[in-house]
């Protein structure tokens, strides 16, 4: 059973946009809290951002900050993740997770146990 299907990546130039989006058949999805994360070859899992249930609070990594933003549809049970100004060091395979209840800060750490994972969309940036 698919949980949370991640669409949207592709080959991009640096400095090009993109938007992922994550589709969830999990309900009430107003009651779940989503988070992107993302992993290079050879690299550890990385956090990228994350959104509470009803998108009242956002985190971000650093290293994405003012170039990302996500975003949450409840009504359609989906989370995007539009990425702006692109960069080589941004490619990887962007994986979407889940969990029921409140965002924590701890949800950012990247060894966090989320309930549910999609299986991932990989974005490539050409310099």
């Known amino acids: 059973q698919v949980l949370l299907v991640e669409s949207g990546g592709g080959l991009v130039q640096a400095g090009e946009s993109l938007t992922l989006s994550c589709a969830a058949s999990?309900?009430?999805?107003?009651?779940?809290?989503v988070a992107w994360f993302r992993q290079a070859p050879g690299e550890e899992r990385e956090f990228v951002a994350a959104?509470?249930?009803?998108?009242?609070?956002?985190y971000y990594a650093d290293s994405v900050k003012g170039r990302f933003t996500i975003s949450k549809d409840n009504t359609n049970a989906t989370v995007d993740l539009q990425m702006n100004a692109l960069r080589p060091a941004d490619a990887a395979v962007y994986y979407c997770?889940?969990?029921?209840?409140?965002?924590?800060?701890?949800?950012?750490?990247?060894?966090?146990?989320?309930?549910?994972w999609g299986q991932g969309t990989r974005v490539t940036v050409s310099s």
């Open positions: 999990l309900r009430p999805f107003d009651s779940y809290a």
């Open positions: 959104i509470s249930r009803r998108g009242r609070i956002k």
């Open positions: 997770a889940a969990e029921g209840g409140p965002l924590k800060a701890t949800m950012t750490s990247p060894g966090y146990e989320y309930d549910y």
